[in-house]
T-cell receptor
Framework: NAGVTQTPKFRVLKTGQSMTLLCAQDMNHEYMYWYRQDPGMGLRLIHYSVGEGTTAKGEVPDGYNVSRLKKQNFLLGLESAAPSQTSVYFC?????????????FGPGTRLTVL | EDQVTQSPEALRLQEGESSSLNCSYTVSGLRGLFWYRQDPGKGPEFLFTLYSAGEEKEKERLKATLTKKESFLHITAPKPEDSATYLCAAPLHPYCYTGTASKLTFGTGTRLQVTL
């Protein structure tokens, strides 16, 4: 099993450009999450999904959109990138089983917006 | 406001020098306290889940403990390969099986360096 994979690994954008980050998991997990990690700020939740076709806002959703058209994929979109979105983005997933909350993380995408 | 706070921010140990990392939380109705390890340039890797005060879990040189207000990650006789950032996290809301289930609030981490 590959676990949680993310593409691309690195990306440089100019202000105003758009892009989509792809997260894929092969563990048949119900829940998927997008986080950003900035120095001194810790991991902050952007959006999450509790199942195929559902999405919800997290702590810092502004400037991002997401879609979960297939259970195994969770896409994070930036419609008009801003320098404040320079960060490392992590995707995570977990089973929906009751009482079990371990999240499995991907390797991250390092995004720089100039 | 629900909060997770870790201390110290950074810790430097010599190989074999045991110590503890602290994670204090103010999450109401705690439903689990989670420890992760993160190596530079990689995603967090799950270590432990603790569900109730008094619970302890061990893995190699690491032991995690939980009280009603804080958790400790004890590192016994650390080796250089234990160098990493250690994160703790707790569910933002009491565990709920529908809707906003189990969003985690993360602390900012303790950066551990173990030298020879």
């Amino acid at each position: 099993n590959a676990g949680v994979t993310q593409t691309p690994k690195f990306r440089v954008l100019k202000t105003g450009q758009s892009m989509t980050l792809l997260c894929a998991q092969d563990m048949n997990h119900e829940y998927m999450y997008w986080y950003r990690q900035d120095p001194g700020m810790g991991l902050r939740l952007i959006h999450y999904s509790v199942g195929e076709g559902t999405t919800a806002k997290g702590e810092v959703p502004d400037g991002y959109n997401v879609s979960r058209l297939k259970k195994q994929n969770f896409l994070l979109g930036l419609e008009s990138a801003a320098p404040s979105q320079t960060s490392v983005y992590f995707c995570a997933s977990r089973t929906g089983d009751r009482g079990y909350n371990e999240q499995f993380f991907g390797p991250g995408t390092r995004l720089t917006v100039l | 406001e629900d909060q997770v706070t870790q201390s110290p921010e950074a810790l430097r140990l010599q190989e074999g020098e045991s110590s503890s990392l602290n994670c204090s939380y103010t999450v109401s109705g705690l439903r689990g306290l989670f420890w992760y390890r993160q190596d530079p340039g990689k995603g967090p890797e799950f270590l432990f889940t603790l569900y109730s005060a008094g619970e302890e879990k061990e893995k190699e040189r690491l032991k995690a403990t939980l009280t009603k207000k804080e958790s400790f990650l004890h590192i016994t006789a650390p080796k250089p390969e234990d160098s990493a950032t250690y994160l703790c996290a707790a569910p933002l809301h009491p565990y709920c099986y529908t809707g906003t289930a189990s969003k985690l609030t993360f602390g900012t981490g303790t950066r551990l360096q173990v030298t020879l």
